[in-house]
């Protein structure tokens, strides 16, 4: 990758992270040869882990630790006082390295929600329609399970969908959108970036992390002031710098720069620029519960290529045509053993303990050892879910600075079942997935029901094992929200209000999170963002 000269720290644009926004803004605004920019991830260079480039790597990537930020929320009450993981991609390509490559717009009513016409359905769709054709987005086969599947949900009320990025996702299944080809995976950084890496005008910095925004006495962007091989730099900003790092991670940069709600940013002794209340607030995730089952004989399919949306509560205040909960085909094969690695640890290693000591090693190393017998191989074949996610959650966490260290991760509180409608939600949603379950097709197939069991089919056994089993989808958004109004942190365009030269652009702008995956949404933002910028130029 290209490395800037000593003192020719200075672009026209400066974007921190290199996730899935932020490799697509880089691409897009360094199509321009007039303008310098500065791509910043604090990870690594995804050629250094081959597995982020293959289509199968995902479950590799998944339990790499180089690839993920190992982070756990505060203990959660609707969750039986749980800390939660709540990791996150990083490295270039950031969590669409190591996803499942699920790439699904949205529906027209989620963009509805954002009120505002500059990301109405009509607004958004150029962007969705350029991404998908640089990376090429397909569909994968069908197999005899994932036909079964759609046939038993037909009988429990859904209509099969020949396209999932149509708009209109209500009561519709079928096979989603995989943003692949051949054995590649296709994300933002093999897209957008990895083609233009010999761009004289783009410098794309792995191992930097960002510790602050640097700001004059007018309150605009001067600099971006990062760590990288052990010295300290600022990146001078002629135009603007874009914040994609992340639901996450955005609102504590904002914060740590001084910008920020005022008690967050004076009570850890930090200047502050402006009192912005939003940063961090209005957080928003996907948790999930899955329902597990066996089946008379082996699933042929190898990746979670089956998704359906219904609306199960007839009490929310939602539109008429937006959906409230999705459903996920999970074949165990694909990466039971991987998704066993890395969460096990999570729920047995106390977070206290989890970074000081190599207790998650040692349990993930057991975990690679039960799943070495072949028959208990032959047995995981033999196990499929049906995932049920709270696609549109009432609940709103928060995200607040833990130190004024850059190095620290935030402390994050995603709130789940804090609104009682949430667990009505997710309470009919597994009824939902049951009754797919109990479809003819599927009792053909098998549908033996090993958790949570025939027995638990009351509310109270159901509330029970969506409090003990929930877990996030990792779609966090929300926390730098995107809006007219004043409670809002940025404006239509994305500029960050009370302050010039600065602008976020990933899922952390999303004022309500859509009910689906959240990739392809976000790969979108970097795209509008580079789109504002060049028309702003012109």
Same mark, same amino acid.
């Given at each position: 990758?290209?490395?800037?000269?000593? /003192?020719?720290?200075?672009?026209?644009?400066?974007?921190?992270?290199?996730?899935?926004?932020?490799?697509?803004?880089?691409?897009?605004? #360094?199509?321009?040869?007039?303008?310098?920019? &500065?791509?910043?991830?604090?990870?690594?260079?995804? =050629?250094?882990?081959?597995?982020?480039?293959?289509?199968?790597? @995902?479950?590799?990537?998944?339990?790499?630790?180089?690839?993920?930020? =190992?982070?756990?929320?505060?203990?959660?009450?609707?969750?039986?006082?749980?800390?939660?993981?709540?990791? #996150?991609?990083?490295?270039?390509?950031?969590?669409?390295?190591?996803?499942?490559?699920? @790439?699904?717009?949205?529906?027209?009513?989620?963009?509805?929600?954002?009120?505002?016409?500059?990301?109405?359905?009509?607004?958004?769709?150029?962007?969705?329609?350029?991404?998908?054709?640089?990376?090429?987005?397909?569909?994968?086969?069908?197999? =005899?399970?994932?036909?079964?599947?759609? =046939?038993?949900?037909?009988?429990?009320?859904?209509?099969?969908?020949?396209?999932?990025?149509? /708009?209109?996702?209500?009561?519709?299944? /079928?096979?989603?959108?995989?943003?692949?080809?051949?054995?590649?995976?296709?994300?933002?950084?093999?897209?957008?970036?990895?083609?233009?890496?010999? $761009?004289?005008?783009?410098?794309?910095?792995?191992?930097?992390?960002?510790?602050?925004?640097?700001?004059?006495? $007018?309150?605009?962007?001067?600099? *971006?002031?990062?760590? !990288?091989?052990?010295?300290?730099?600022?990146?001078?900003?002629?135009?603007?710098?874009?914040?994609?790092?992340?639901?996450?991670?955005?609102?504590?940069?904002?914060?740590?720069?001084?910008?920020?709600?005022?008690?967050?940013?004076?009570?850890?002794?930090?200047?502050?620029?402006?009192?912005?209340?939003?940063?961090?607030?209005?957080?928003?995730?996907?948790?999930?519960?899955? &329902?597990?089952?066996?089946?008379?004989?082996? *699933?042929?399919?190898? @990746?979670?290529?089956?998704?359906?949306?219904?609306?199960?509560?007839?009490?929310?205040?939602? +539109?008429?045509?937006?959906?409230?909960?999705?459903?996920?085909?999970?074949?165990?094969?694909?990466?039971?053993?991987?998704?066993?690695?890395?969460? %096990?640890?999570?729920?047995?290693?106390?977070?206290?303990?989890? !970074?000081?000591?190599?207790?998650?090693?040692?349990?993930?190393?057991?975990?690679?050892?039960?799943?070495?017998?072949?028959?208990?191989?032959?047995?995981?074949?033999?196990?499929?879910?049906?995932?049920?996610?709270?696609?549109?959650?009432?609940?709103?966490?928060?995200?607040?600075?833990?130190?004024?260290?850059?190095?620290?991760?935030?402390?994050?509180?995603?709130?789940?079942?804090?609104?009682?409608?949430?667990?009505?939600?997710?309470?009919?949603?597994?009824?939902?997935?049951?009754?797919?379950?109990?479809?003819?097709? &599927?009792?053909?197939?098998?549908?033996?029901?090993?958790?949570?069991?025939?027995?638990?089919?009351?509310?109270? +056994?159901?509330?029970?094992?969506?409090?003990?089993?929930?877990?996030?989808?990792?779609?966090?958004?929300?926390?730098?929200?995107?809006?007219?109004?004043?409670?809002?942190?940025?404006?239509?365009?994305?500029?960050?209000?009370?302050?010039?030269? %600065?602008?976020?652009?990933?899922?952390?702008?999303?004022?309500?999170?859509?009910?689906?995956?959240?990739?392809?949404?976000?790969?979108?933002?970097?795209?509008?963002?580079?789109?504002?910028?060049?028309?702003?130029?012109?």
């Amino acid at each position: 990758m290209t490395q800037p000269r000593a /003192g020719a720290f200075e672009f026209d644009y400066v974007i921190v992270g290199g996730g899935s926004s932020g490799c697509v803004a880089a691409g897009q605004l #360094s199509a321009d040869p007039q303008v310098r920019v &500065l791509l910043l991830e604090q990870g690594d260079r995804a =050629e250094q882990h081959p597995e982020t480039l293959r289509a199968d790597g @995902y479950k590799d990537a998944f339990i790499n630790d180089a690839l993920m930020y =190992e982070r756990f929320s505060v203990p959660q009450l609707g969750c039986r006082k749980r800390p939660l993981f709540m990791g #996150s991609g990083r490295g270039m390509g950031g969590s669409g390295s190591i996803n499942a490559m699920v @790439y699904l717009r949205g529906s027209a009513a989620d963009f509805r929600a954002w009120d505002h016409p500059t990301w109405s359905w009509t607004a958004v769709e150029p962007a969705f329609a350029a991404i998908e054709r640089t990376l090429e987005v397909r569909r994968r086969p069908p197999t =005899e399970f994932t036909e079964a599947v759609i =046939e038993a949900a037909q009988a429990a009320g859904f209509h099969r969908q020949h396209d999932l990025n149509d /708009g209109d996702l209500l009561g519709g299944l /079928g096979y989603e959108w995989m943003n692949y080809r051949d054995g590649e995976r296709r994300n933002a950084y093999t897209g957008f970036v990895q083609p233009h890496l010999d $761009r004289p005008n783009l410098v794309v910095l792995t191992g930097a992390a960002v510790q602050r925004l640097v700001f004059d006495d $007018r309150r605009r962007l001067t600099g *971006v002031e990062f760590t !990288h091989e052990g010295a300290r730099h600022t990146a001078r900003v002629r135009r603007e710098a874009i914040l994609c790092a992340g639901a996450l991670e955005s609102p504590k940069l904002l914060m740590l720069s001084g910008v920020g709600p005022r008690a967050q940013v004076v009570g850890h002794g930090i200047p502050p620029v402006f009192d912005l209340p939003g940063v961090g607030e209005n957080f928003q995730d996907h948790p999930n519960v899955t &329902l597990f089952h066996r089946a008379r004989r082996d *699933v042929d399919c190898f @990746y979670p290529q089956v998704y359906g949306f219904h609306r199960v509560n007839p009490h929310s205040q939602l +539109a008429p045509d937006q959906a409230d909960t999705c459903y996920v085909a999970y074949p165990a094969r694909s990466s039971f053993r991987e998704a066993f690695m890395r969460m %096990l640890p999570a729920l047995m290693v106390p977070p206290s303990l989890y !970074h000081r000591t190599r207790l998650p090693r040692i349990v993930r190393a057991g975990v690679s050892l039960a799943f070495k017998p072949s028959f208990v191989r032959a047995f995981v074949r033999r196990i499929y879910g049906l995932v049920v996610i709270l696609g549109k959650p009432k609940s709103r966490g928060s995200v607040r600075l833990a130190s004024a260290r850059a190095s620290d991760f935030p402390i994050v509180d995603p709130a789940y079942f804090t609104d009682p409608e949430d667990m009505d939600t997710m309470i009919a949603g597994v009824e939902k997935a049951r009754r797919i379950a109990d479809g003819e097709p &599927l009792h053909g197939y098998g549908n033996r029901e090993l958790l949570p069991g025939r027995w638990a089919t009351s509310r109270k +056994a159901t509330t029970a094992f969506i409090r003990s089993m929930a877990m996030t989808t990792y779609h966090y958004a929300g926390t730098c929200a995107m809006g007219d109004g004043a409670g809002s942190v940025v404006d239509p365009r994305l500029r960050v209000r009370g302050v010039t030269g %600065l602008r976020v652009a990933d899922a952390s702008i999303m004022p309500v999170v859509p009910v689906s995956a959240l990739n392809a949404p976000s790969m979108m933002i970097g795209h509008r963002v580079a789109d504002f910028l060049r028309e702003e130029s012109a």
